[in-house]
């Protein structure tokens, strides 16, 4: 029901920056929360960031917290995660998700995007 689509990944050398988008139904946009998970191969998906519906509440992962920044823009109904100083550790595909009430467990999120494969070089 609701869609969500991510872009933004890329290949980037370890210590660079990249922006990731993720574009979101107009319900999604006014009414969920939105989050950022990743998944490398052969790992468990994690946790990297949520964000209210308002934006008002945001909660990043510990391996991420002062490098990646999520914001939200529900006129433009999209989500991004700007990261910066990028490690070879944040190697993964990137998701977007939305969900009722905003958790860091990856299986209570109800939607998600397709990813994006983020790639840092050391």
């Known amino acids: 029901q609701v869609h969500l689509v991510e872009s933004g990944g890329g290949l980037v050398q370890a210590g660079g920056s990249l922006r990731l988008s993720c574009a979101a139904s107009?319900?999604?946009?006014?009414?969920?929360?939105m989050g950022w998970f990743r998944q490398a191969p052969g790992k468990e998906r994690e946790f990297v960031a949520y964000?209210?519906?308002?934006?008002?509440?945001?909660l990043y992962a510990d391996s991420v917290k002062g490098r990646f920044t999520m914001s939200r823009d529900n006129v433009n109904k999209s989500v991004y995660l700007q990261m910066n100083n990028l490690k070879p550790g944040d190697t993964a595909v990137y998701y977007c998700?939305?969900?009722?009430?905003?958790?860091?467990?990856?299986?209570?999120?109800?939607?998600w995007g397709q990813g994006t494969q983020v790639t840092v070089s050391s």
């Open positions: 107009v319900h999604t946009s006014l009414s969920y929360n």
């Open positions: 964000i209210s519906w308002n934006g008002g509440s945001i």
């Open positions: 998700a939305a969900n009722a009430v905003a958790t860091v467990h990856p299986g209570y999120w109800s939607y």
